[in-house]
T-cell receptor, first 117, second 108 residues
Framework: GAVVSQHPSWVICKSGTSVKIECRSL??????MFWYRQFPKQSLMLMAT?????????EQGVEKDKFLINHASLTLSTLTVTSAHPEDSSFYIC?????????????FGDGTRLSIL | GQSLEQPSEVTAVEGAIVQINCTYQ??????LSWYQQHDGGAPTFLSY????GLEETGRFSSFLSRSDSYGYLLLQELQMKDSASYFC?????????FGKGTRLHILP
């Protein structure tokens, strides 16, 4: 089946550091990728929709200058958490979908656990 | 607004059958998905219903009634490894909206 690779799986860094997370679709071209955030024992919250070759669409309340998304190719999207602070500590998960058809399921990466000290 | 409702917790016995219900209210609907998530892991895709009816995949089945805005996930022959959180999710206009998840506890 479709495989989505997310890297790194764990990040621990100091407050003020910027952190980049990569999301790759390994065996299919993903026109659209999604970035989620999940706090312990809570649901997945969609942060933004990343479309190849265009600007990301951010959900209400998500700071686009804080969470920079780049989708430069059909197999790679990156999320950069700029000047991270302890409140940014969370589980970040990306997903990818075949094409632009909303009637397709998403395939998730394994997630990145971010801890800001 | 958009919302999905599912029970927060369900407890069942090993070997039994359990049903997790999901009702939704969303703008734009293409289908209902179910995902499983173990503690510390990422969600894994279980099933997808675009049309009314029952979809069966091994021990797991999923049902959808679009007219009732309702679906369920049925897990049969429960095993201890099925202890996890289960999320229903609606494929809406250009994105997927997740429910808050149901924590499934399985007793030996």
């Amino acid at each position: 089946g479709a495989v989505v690779s997310q890297h790194p799986s764990w990040v621990i860094c100091k407050s003020g550091t910027s952190v980049k997370i990569e999301c790759r679709s390994l065996d299919f071209q993903a026109t659209t990728m999604f970035w989620y955030r999940q706090f312990p024992k809570q649901s997945l919250m969609l942060m933004a929709t990343s479309n190849e070759g265009s600007k990301a669409t951010y959900e209400q309340g998500v700071e686009k200058d804080k969470f920079l998304i780049n989708h430069a190719s059909l197999t790679l999207s990156t999320l950069t958490v700029t000047s991270a602070h302890p409140e940014d500590s969370s589980f970040y998960i990306c997903s990818a979908r075949h094409g632009s058809d909303s009637n397709q399921p998403q395939h998730f990466g394994d997630g990145t656990r971010l801890s800001i000290l | 607004g958009q919302s999905l409702e599912q029970p927060s917790e369900v407890t069942a016995v090993e070997g039994a059958i359990v049903q997790i219900n999901c009702t939704y209210q969303t703008s734009g609907f293409y289908g209902l998905s179910w995902y499983q998530q173990h503690d510390g892991g990422a969600p894994t895709f279980l099933s997808y219903n675009a049309l009314d009816g029952l979809e069966e995949t091994g021990r797991f089945s999923s049902f959808l009634s679009r007219s009732d805005s309702y679906g369920y996930l049925l897990l049969q022959e429960l095993q201890m490894k099925d202890s996890a959180s289960y999320f229903c999710a609606v494929n809406g206009d250009d994105k997927i909206i997740f429910g808050k998840g149901t924590r499934l506890h399985i007793l030996p």
